[in-house]
Nanobody
Framework: QVQLAESGGGLVQAGGSLRLSCAASGRTFSIDAMGWFRQAPGKEREFVAAINWSGSNTYYADSMKGRFTISRDNAKNTVYLQMNSLKPEDTAVYYC??????????????????????WGQGTQVTVSS
């Protein structure tokens, strides 16, 4: 119903910046919010940031505040993740996700992966020291 395609990952030096993109296609009218998660080898998937599509409200994991910025372009059905001051511990596969919840969407719920209905294949981000 909804397809997500991430891009923009790659290798970057510590302290550098990277901008990830996630383009949505299919039944995009059903999307209420989009988010970014990441998963490092051997670790659980963790929440990074989310944005409410209608209200343009944003929500970040505490560890990401001040370094990462999520934004959207409704005309392109695309969400972005600007990552600055990257650290080696940011190395992970970054996943884009789309939420089409029943009822009223609560922004704080978007930190939980089970709130999302659709997932992209992920894009690798590697930060070297």
């Amino acid at each position: 119903q909804v397809q997500l395609a991430e891009s923009g990952g790659g290798l970057v030096q510590a302290g550098g910046s990277l901008r990830l993109s996630c383009a949505a296609s299919g039944r995009t009218f059903s999307i209420d919010a989009m988010g970014w998660f990441r998963q490092a080898p051997g670790k659980e998937r963790e929440f990074v940031a989310a944005i409410n599509w209608s209200g343009s409200n944003t929500y970040y994991a505490d560890s990401m505040k001040g370094r990462f910025t999520i934004s959207r372009d409704n005309a392109k059905n695309t969400v972005y993740l600007q990552m600055n001051s990257l650290k080696p511990e940011d190395t992970a596969v970054y996943y884009c996700a789309a939420a089409s919840p029943r009822g009223t969407l609560r922004l704080w719920r978007l930190s939980f992966s089970d709130e999302y209905n659709y997932w992209g294949q992920g894009t690798q981000v590697t930060v070297s020291s």
